[in-house]
C-alpha cells in the first residue's frame, strides 16, 4: 500500500474514534436532561441498573480499543514525521501541516482518554 492511502485510513479511523465519542457524548447528555418516570414500577427500574453496568463494560472496552488505535496511529505518524524531517527533498508543506495536525490532535484524545480508563475510582460512587 501507499504510505498516503495508509495515511487516509488512519484518519478516516481517527475521524470514526472522534464522531462515535460525540454521539456518546449527546446521548449522555440527553439522558441527564430526561424526567424520571414517576409511574414506573420498582420491577421496571432494576433492570435499567444492569443494563448500566453492561454499558460501563462495554464502554471501558471501547475505550482501550480507542487508546490501542489511536497510540497506533501516534506510531505511524511519528515515524512518518520524523521521515519527512529528515529528507533532503524540497518538503511540501501541506502535507507536513496535515500530518502534523493530526498527530497533535491524536495525542490530546489519547491523553484525554487515557486519563478516562486510568484515572482512580472514586469511593463514594462504588459505594452507592
Request: charged share 25%; with cysteine; net charge positive.
Amino acid at each position: 500500500m501507499d504510505r498516503d492511502t495508509l495515511m487516509l485510513i488512519a484518519f478516516c479511523a481517527f475521524l470514526l474514534l472522534v464522531g462515535i465519542r460525540l454521539k456518546q457524548q449527546l446521548t449522555e447528555r440527553k439522558k441527564q436532561n430526561r424526567p424520571l418516570d414517576v409511574n414506573a414500577s420498582p420491577a421496571e427500574r432494576v433492570p435499567e441498573r444492569s443494563v448500566a453496568k453492561s454499558r460501563i463494560y462495554r464502554r471501558r472496552i471501547w475505550e482501550i480499543v480507542q487508546l490501542l488505535v489511536v497510540g497506533g496511529l501516534l506510531l505511524y505518524m511519528s515515524v512518518v514525521l520524523i521521515g519527512d524531517f529528515n529528507r533532503p527533498v524540497s518538503m511540501q508543506w501541506k502535507e507536513i501541516f496535515l500530518r502534523c495536525l493530526i498527530f497533535i490532535v491524536s495525542i490530546y484524545i489519547f491523553i484525554l482518554t487515557w486519563i478516562r480508563v486510568f484515572k482512580p475510582k472514586n469511593k463514594q460512587n462504588t459505594e452507592e
